[in-house]
């Protein structure tokens, strides 16, 4: 992910190597995790059984939010592709009962955000 991206607040792929090394200890037994992306300090991840969020937080990152999020409690999401001029994309995620979306990120041109909304939509629509 380049430095530009990254300060515009944009979304890159993160190897799921890297993921299992540093979230291993997340996750239950028989989980896996199926793909993640990386916004400067913060990280989310799709696995087999959830989205899970992780949010560092503070100017030394001590502090880690890990908010887990049931693939059954999304009652919809949108995925917006990046245009000539535009240069992220943007995933919306709504938790059940929410007028407004919960999660909101950018993806910078590395993700295709048809995969992110692949992977969404199998778990999201069994």
């Known amino acids: 992910m380049g430095l530009?991206?990254?300060?515009?607040?944009?979304?890159?792929i993160v190897k799921n190597d890297q993921l299992n090394k540093d979230f291993s200890k997340l996750l239950v037994e028989g989980e896996e995790i199926e793909l993640g992306f990386?916004?400067?300090?913060?990280t989310f991840i799709f696995t087999s059984k959830r989205l899970i969020l992780v949010d560092v937080q503070g100017l030394t990152g001590s502090k880690v939010e890990y908010m887990s999020v049931s693939y059954k409690s999304i009652s919809r999401f949108?995925?917006?592709?990046s245009g000539t001029f535009?240069?992220?994309a943007e995933l919306k995620i709504w938790i059940s009962g929410e007028a407004l979306p919960s999660i909101r990120k950018k993806f910078?041109?590395?993700?295709?955000?048809?995969?992110v909304q692949n992977v969404l939509a199998f778990h999201v629509l069994r």
């Open 38 to 42: 990386k916004l400067i300090r913060d």
């Open 4 to 12: 530009f991206s990254a300060l515009m607040g944009n979304a890159g």
């Open 108 to 115: 910078n041109k590395s993700v295709n955000v048809f995969d």
């Open 86 to 88: 535009d240069l992220d």
């Open 78 to 81: 949108s995925v917006e592709n």
